[in-house]
């Protein structure tokens, strides 16, 4: 077996059906194996998927085990040469899994490799790749330094940014939304640490890789990561388990080299995480008492899809009330899509591919391009599942769910 995908998930079936369906189309040509672990969802996760994915192998919890453990337990199972951690809040590309593995087997000296991970704008996310957060680090980041000189690469060092991201790069940290990493690596370094929860599990397993003599890396390979949008990170929860996970790395790998800072360390930890709470909480209700931010009729989408697509999209547009244009595309006859010369997407807030009409490696590639200068959210539609998708929202034939809560980064 070459590769064994593990898949965590909780209370996100629509963007675990579209993930499935990414990863479907990227494994052709690929001996692989793909596992769900649910932890114990509520909204009928394992009944709706298991049906249509019948290739996927499932671990059903009864307890939510956290990121950390559910990962673990399949990976203990699987049989990969190579294991990717794939967040269920993702789409990948259709040559993102050939080109990491390819990567991979030329350089065996690789522990782990991450990829270029966008957000629903087609921006960039800085979390792709990362420096180690070691106490010097850290301080830059948290008070600011990092921010102010960006590409400095002793103040900046955090998230990198003065190395090239359209360039294959080593690093630090790989992120555990996309994470493929060597078994044998793995088996020297040890699996995830339980005692994160979730979050901070990425960083330390990263840094163990690096103490055994691996190298990580960064290559510059698609897909799109909402980002944790679905779950509540305006929440005391959140906020609680992403700082704890941040005091546990500091004391596991930093604390006994450096007893003295432990007092600092915890107290700038503790104020960071109220500030960010405090920002996130005026954020949340300047949101709710802004009429515009309710108001679903004041965005608009454009189409880009096959007739078929467009009949049925259109169909969905009138039960849900949505404001949609529709343009008869495809990756063929019009591989700009919505940068083409005869589309305009000034006034739009998304624009919807017809998943059929093009690849999700076409949509990414156009998603990143218009960052600069179109930039719109992206919604996808497939024939398929019958559902319109974007970060927020899933508009499925006379249902409209709201985003859930996940064990997503």
């Known amino acids: 077996m070459k590769l064994s995908i593990i898949i965590v998930s909780f209370n996100v079936k629509s963007y675990l059906e579209q993930c499935l369906v990414s990863v479907r189309r990227a494994c052709r040509g690929i001996e692989a194996e793909v596992w769900v672990v649910d932890n114990a969802s509520s909204d009928g996760t394992v009944d709706y998927i298991a049906p249509r994915f019948p290739e996927v192998r499932w671990i059903k919890n009864t307890e939510n085990k956290g990121f950390s453990r559910a990962n673990n337990m399949a990976i203990a199972r699987s049989e990969g040469e190579y294991v990717l951690l794939l967040n269920p ?20 000296g690789a522990g782990a490799t991450g990829v270029a991970m966008l957000k629903d704008d087609g921006d960039f996310a800085w979390e792709s790749r990362r420096g180690l957060p070691t106490p010097f680090t850290s301080f830059c980041k948290m ?24 360039e294959t790069n080593p690093i630090d940290v790989v992120s555990g939304a996309f994470c493929m990493v060597r078994r ?25 890789l690096l103490q055994c003599g691996y190298q990580n890396y960064y290559q510059p390979l698609r897909i799109l990561h909402y980002k944790g949008e679905s779950t509540h990170k305006s929440s005391f929860r959140y906020v609680h388990v992403f700082y704890k996970a941040m005091l546990i790395f500091f004391d596991k790998h930093y604390r006994r080299s450096n007893p003295w800072l432990t007092p600092v ?18 954020e949340r209700l300047f ?15 454009l189409f880009l899809g096959r007739p078929d697509a467009i009949e049925a999209a259109c169909k969905l547009s009138l039960e849900h ?23 305009s997407c000034k006034g739009y807030d998304y624009v919807v591919y017809d998943t059929g009409a093009y690849s999700y490696a076409k949509v990414l590639e156009l998603l990143a391009r218009g960052a600069e200068t179109d930039k719109v959210r992206l919604g996808t539609y497939s024939m398929e599942t019958g559902k319109l ?9 006379g249902k409209e769910q709201a985003c859930g809560s996940g064990t997503v980064k």
């Open 321 to 343: 009330g949505l404001k949609m244009d529709f343009v008869v595309a495809d990756e063929a006859g019009m591989p700009d899509g919505h940068l083409g010369a005869s589309v």
């Open 265 to 282: 360390i915890r107290s700038a930890v503790v104020a960071r995480a109220f500030l960010d709470l405090c920002l996130r909480q005026r």
């Open 184 to 208: 044998s690596a793995l088996d020297k370094a040890g699996l995830l640490d339980e005692d994160f929860f979730m979050y901070g599990e990425d960083i330390d397993l990263s840094y163990r």
């Open 389 to 397: 998708v974007t970060m927020s929202r899933v508009y499925d034939g």
């Open 89 to 108: 809040d993702t789409i990948v590309g259709e040559d993102v899994l050939a080109g990491c593995l390819a990567f991979m087997d030329a350089h065996p």
């Open 287 to 301: 949101k709710w008492f802004c009429p515009r931010g309710r108001r679903r009729s004041c965005k608009s989408y």
């Open 143 to 166: 008070s600011g330094l990092c921010a102010l000189f960006p590409e400095s690469r002793r103040f900046g060092r955090y998230y990198m940014r003065y190395l090239d991201r359209s």
